[in-house]
């Protein structure tokens, strides 16, 4: 299994520039978060999905637009990038509910740089 | 969501046993908690979880006293390579994890 996949890894964008970032998970998970990390920072959540075709706004959504498109895929769009939006990205799901432990599965991050 | 507060960094070495403390005042009944940690470039890796009392697996120990304010996550014997970042989080299964945070963690850091 190859976990949870995002795409693409490295990506320079100049400000105002659009972009999505990909993320697919082959565990069967019901829910899928969007990250942020910035240099020595923690992880800060944008975006979360608890289920196909449902989303929630997390701790920093401005600048950004998700998309749960199955249960497989959840999408990070940026429309207008701007150079406060240079960070890691990380996509990760997880199992929720009675019988699982939360675990949360993290992919190896998307780094974005916007000039 | 509970709120955590852990060390910001931690220094040791080869063969010591590190403990790294994290209090969780406003702990929710059906709350857990759980420890994730992160090499650089990476993104975290699950590491333990535990409700109340102690838990062990192949990594690492998880002290949680009766009160369950507080947490500490025991290595034993560390190297160089768990020189990392770990996050203490607690887990709401009563719901709200669109407000799951992580924290700036406890960089950890082990010297020769």
């Known amino acids: 299994n190859a976990g949870v996949t995002q795409t693409p890894k490295f990506q320079v964008l100049k400000t105002g520039q659009s972009m999505t970032l990909q993320c697919a998970q082959d565990m069967n998970h019901n829910s899928m978060y969007w990250y942020r990390q910035d240099p020595g920072m923690g992880l800060r959540l944008i975006y979360y999905?608890?289920?196909?075709?449902?989303?929630d706004k997390g701790e920093v959504p401005n600048g950004y637009n998700v998309s749960r498109l199955n249960k497989r895929e959840f999408s990070l769009r940026l429309e207008s990038a701007a150079p406060s939006q240079t960070s890691v990205y990380f996509c990760a799901s997880s199992e929720v509910g009675v019988g699982s432990t939360g675990e949360l599965f993290f992919g190896e991050g998307s780094r974005l740089t916007v000039l | 969501l509970a709120k955590t507060t852990q060390p910001i960094s931690m220094d040791s070495y080869e063969g010591q046993e590190v403990n790294i403390t994290c209090s969780h005042n406003n702990i929710a009944t059906n709350d857990y908690i759980t420890w994730y940690q992160q090499f650089p470039s990476q993104g975290p890796r699950f590491i333990i979880q535990g409700y109340k009392t102690k838990v062990t697996n192949e990594v690492a120990s998880l002290f949680i006293p009766a009160d369950r304010k507080s947490s500490t996550l025991s290595l034993p014997r560390v190297s160089l390579s768990d020189t990392a970042v770990y996050y203490c989080l607690v887990l709401p299964f009563s719901g709200g994890y669109n407000k799951l945070i992580f924290g700036a963690g406890t960089r950890l850091a082990v010297h020769p």
């Open positions: 999905s608890a289920s196909e075709g449902t989303t």
